[in-house]
């Protein structure tokens, strides 16, 4: 079984969220700092987490969440969380309980596509008044408790079915089986029994709070999941050694047969006792000797005429065992060997605390009552994971998923057979899902994750979003899998930036990704002196989609609202599709057909240039104004080149370079330009000492220098060139001009 369906309402900044999960395969959970992917993971450890302490669960004026009002408990606001199982398989042990609470249908469809050892169960963590009706405000100390049920029927109203959509309980349900008023009030009402209800109906004062003590449904289950949790702030050094909870602990006590747990602890103790001995320890029996002689001496013990003291060796037991062994580690490109695991970086560290966690997945397939012989299976692990890319260098976070991916594979099945017992096809077979649940602000590991199973947190005006990228493709069928097909590919860890940014510039290529960054913070700084807003600031990032395939990545924000990245995504594209089959004639009227002045939708806006970047940047920044330009930035960028390396010194080239740019000039001024005259100006002037993506660099730097002040970028642009050289020196630049079109793109960016 795996988790299927997060539910949460009204817990912290979630004020009802719903996340549905496909299958059992890791899930990335990825978004910006303060979106709730660690308040997400404690609402999972609320339900399913046997070893939260109790205090925990005793919520707080805190735990509401803010956007539905002050005070809300004392209007008898409920806090609910939800976990949803799915494909319950045929476990005795657990089947019985989770039948007992899977969900009921209403739909002979959704029946006959359930079969029956493939169930659902709903399992909820509930904060709410012990009763329904009291007269007057609630008092939260007094009149809540916490509690978890089984429900047959989830919270929110509704249930998904197996492609992922979502159907509603009928008005029978709703209105008849719980005397529940209306739909909205219905995640008050769903754990109550028809007992609950009838209670209620007789006596409005009457509590239900011991009707839900006596459902022992959820407590059952939770005993057969074997649940961790890694904090993002973890310390694996303590983690590995101290406590009865430790790694080390766990991992020997599940390697331990439950009928020879005693005898290891008598071996482990006679072992330590003959050390003391067997004379294999001489310099420390010596100390040992010596002080044992103090404690004997009568002016010392006052015991000395009932006992004597001596010094003792300790005795083992299963709650101790983990004091005594630690782990150790053999770094294969270090000569050293038996290294303490402290010794070694924090990233390996980490990856040896995951690895051992998954060896006790392995071993920890039941648990003893109780300390009696009796066993209960764990059919279920889970593991959640805050920042797992902690201390990882890039190639380690990438290793990382991919191994927590191989691992849970290889960990679905597990075989569980004592030593004692039959080998072969009549041994008992014994499966045990493993699931893990990973938030991350790694670009790296965003990469790496199967779209499918990667949900980006969006942090909305009244609470957090959760994004599915591939529900957000499957919105549109035709495009869907070349769509999913593209992103899959591109979506490398650069690019994966998009998913974690509050807004997003999409361009073509390198040349606008080196230059549209400068471009904005420019534009900012001259629309807000007094501020210190940036780029980072405004939580912009600039991705470059390799070419003009901009369709799958506006795929993730012009669809629903409800499902797709909930921020805007402006692209800036070139307009010189145009030129196969005509000459400008009127760049105004060309520029507004390009642009027309509704967006795509209100997340989704495009603004295309005339003809590419770098011509409307250096020869046509102002279609109205053709008469202006930044042709003398573009000279002073070549001269820039010529000094910096071998370029353009043989005979008059670099002259022949800045007679060709004012002839080009001249040319976009009678309006002569097509396709080929443009493509031959390029060749002319950069031939192959100098690429376009180059220009860009080199302007970005000159527009830092010159705009923005940078004292690093204005050391390089300050040299006057050779008056000779008959270009503009850098103090003498007039100021530069925003190309219309990205001008007009970040101004509508940056507009809330």
Known sequence: MYISRVYIRNYRNFEEFDLFIPDGSPLTIIGGNNCGKTNFLQAIRLVLDSGIAPWDKRLTEEDFCWSIGEEPWKSGEQIVITVTFSNVTDKE??????????????????????????????????????????????????????????GRYHPSGYYYLPDGSTKEYGDTVISGLYSCPSKEEFYKYFYLSEDNIKKLEDDSSATFEKQLAKQS??????????????????????????????????????????????????????????????????????????????????????????????????????????????????????????????????????????????????????????????????????????????????????????????????????????????????APQFFAFTQVIQTSHSTHLASKSDLKNLVVLQKGVNQARAINIDSVLRLDDDTYSHNRRILKQYLDATRSSLLFARKVVLVEGLSEKYSVGTLINTHLKQQRPESNVDIDSEGIEVVEVGGKIFEPFNALFQNDQSIGLNNKCLNLRDGDSHLESQVVADYETKYNDLNPSSTTTPQLDTKKNIYTFEIDCFFLPIPEDITRNNIEYLKLILYRFMKDGDYFKTDDTFTRKLAAIDSFAQEIVNHGVDKDKFEKFFTDILGHEVSKPSISLYLSSLLKAKLLEDVTEIETWGDTPDTEVGITPFSDLSEFIMPKYIKDGISWLITD
Do not use: C, W
């Not at 065992?321 to 402290?342: A, H, P």
């Not at 300390?371 to 692990?381: A, F, L, P, S």
């Open 93 to 150: 042990e657990i089947q019985s309980l989770l039948h007992s609470i899977a969900p009921v249908y209403d739909e002979e469809s959704v029946l006959s596509s359930k079969s029956a050892d493939s169930l659902e169960a709903n399992i909820s963590f509930v904060f709410a008044p012990s009763t329904l009706n009291k007269e007057g405000d609630y008092d939260l100390i007094e009149d809540y408790i916490s509690f978890l049920v089984a």
């Open 217 to 426: 449904y959820p407590n059952k289950v939770r005993k057969h999941i074997n649940l961790l949790a890694l904090d993002a702030l973890r310390d694996v050094k303590n983690d590995f050694y101290f406590g009865y909870r430790s790694l080390v602990s766990q991992l020997i006590r599940g390697g331990i047969k439950n009928s020879k747990k005693n005898q290891i602890s008598k071996e482990v103790s006679a072992a330590f006792k003959n050390l003391r001995t067997s004379g294999a320890i001489p310099e420390a029996n010596t100390i040992l000797d010596d002080i044992e002689t103090r404690l004997q001496n009568k002016d010392i013990n006052l015991l000395s005429d009932k006992a004597d003291l001596i010094i003792g060796t300790p005795r083992v037991t299963l709650e101790n065992i983990g004091r005594y062994f630690n782990f150790l580690v053999n770094l294969k490109e270090d000569l050293k060997s038996d290294q303490d695991m402290e010794t070694i970086g924090l990233g390996y560290q980490n990856l040896a605390y995951i690895s051992a966690i998954f060896a006790l997945f392995e071993l920890k397939k039941e648990l003893s009552l109780n300390d009696t012989d009796e066993k209960i299976r764990i059919v279920y692990n889970l593991l959640l994971i805050e920042e797992p890319e902690a201390h990882l260098d890039v190639q380690n976070q990438k290793y990382l998923h991919t191994q927590i991916e191989n691992k849970t594979q290889k960990l679905m099945e597990v075989k569980a057979a004592d030593d004692d017992e039959t080998e072969g096809e009549d």
